[in-house]
């Protein structure tokens, strides 16, 4: 068959997600976030997330075969993050996605949640032109930031770079608490940061220095951006001056930009690939997006950027790897495998 219908089942962080795919068209994106019961945390709880995902899981299917308008024994593979993420959320979809399988008798794909972030570009509209590989790839979200170089999305994925302390995403919720700014941060930063100054603050850029070029070329650091953010409001707060909160969100989202774009612009001249695909839930941030298409213009790099809902963790991404491990002819998984909350690419 080469239009595989696959349901794809994301449970990694705090979004569960059930996507419907047939081939590279997308069907379905159903999505269920609890979000809201993390906020007052300040981040995500794993606890509460694997019982979120467990209450959504049995709707966000029936909303998904509804929105796909196909009956659910009509699929012909099923696909599940089996990891990275939190452990104890992947194993509520890992358990669903087996047991849907069993049930229905149809085979499994346990797929990783990075590559899959990368599939969902396969999903993107008609007359967009397929996904050129190889291609270099930056995701950055609350949960991760890795830098990939994929030349085959089911066979050859690289994994460059991540960060070696706290995700991009995280750094933003972090900081943002430092400025009062509530949780999810990353939105809140980048709408106080629009009437900032970017050049109020200079801000440290992570792993940038000399001696960082050769062990750390690729890999980030966001732990100590964030402490000199607080640092920083700290010795104002003690000085008893005002802080001028759009300048410091304004400057920190300039050094966290800065980095991300310096180093996966990098990695493309270094490998000598023209092409840099973004993904996850901080490509919403408008200069991810700005300095993205600048840079990547002025270096002659391609830049290819998903619809904001297939870059946020969702189903129809894994559904969508799942589809082109089907269409390459790949054995299904079994159903051995469990949820890898380290699981490489
Ligand atoms: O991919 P995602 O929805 O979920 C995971 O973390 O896996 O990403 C959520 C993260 C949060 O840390 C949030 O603060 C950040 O993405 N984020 C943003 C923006 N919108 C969401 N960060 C910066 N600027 C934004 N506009
Ligand atoms: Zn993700």
């Known amino acids: 068959r080469d ?37 007052r945390y300040g981040g995500v709880v794993p606890e509460v997330a694997a019982r979120a995902h467990l209450e959504a899981m049995t709707p966000t299917i029936r909303e998904a075969v509804a929105e796909a308008g196909i009956r659910l024994e009509d699929v012909d593979a099923i696909a599940v993050t089996s990891g990275p993420g939190l452990s104890g959320a992947l194993m509520v979809g890992v358990g669903a996605a087996k ?25 993107r509209a008609e007359g967009e032109g397929d996904i050129e590989l190889p291609t270099i790839a930056l995701l950055v979200s609350g949960g991760h930031t890795s830098l990939l170089l994929v030349r085959d999305l089911v066979s050859d994925v690289e994994l460059l770079g991540e960060t070696i302390d706290d995700a991009a995403g995280e750094a933003f919720d972090k900081v943002a608490r430092v400025l009062g700014l509530p949780y999810p941060g990353g ?77 996966a612009l990098a990695a493309c001249a270094d490998v000598g690939v023209p092409r840099l ?18 840079r990547c213009a002025e270096q002659g790099v391609e830049l290819r950027i998903p619809p904001l809902e297939l870059c946020t963790d969702n189903g129809a991404m894994i559904a969508a790897l799942g589809a ?7 054995e299904p998984s079994g159903l051995d495998f469990g949820a890898d909350s380290t699981l490489p690419v």
């Open 187 to 263: 939105p809140q930063i980048d709408r106080v940061a629009a009437s900032g100054d970017p050049r109020a603050i200079r801000f440290p850029r992570g792993l940038s220095l000399p001696k960082d070029r050769e062990r750390h070329r690729y890999d980030f650091s966001f732990s100590g951006l964030k402490t000199a953010v607080a640092r920083w409001v700290e010795r104002e707060q003690d000085a008893g001056r005002e802080v001028p909160v759009a300048d410091v969100a304004a400057s920190f989202r300039e050094a966290v930009v800065d980095v991300l774009l310096t180093k």
């Open 277 to 294: 695909l973004l993904g996850g839930g901080v490509v919403a941030n408008a200069r991810v997006r700005e300095v993205a298409r600048e």
């Open 3 to 39: 239009q595989p219908l696959v349901l794809g089942i994301e449970t990694s962080c705090d979004e569960t997600g059930v996507g419907i795919v047939r081939g590279t068209s997308l069907l379905a994106n159903a999505i269920a976030s609890s979000m809201e019961e993390h906020a």
């Open 324 to 330: 082109q491990l089907v269409m390459a002819g790949r």
């Open 99 to 123: 047991a849907l399988a069993v049930a229905l008798g149809k085979p499994l794909y346990a797929v990783n949640h990075l590559v899959g972030h990368v599939g969902a570009d396969v999903l």
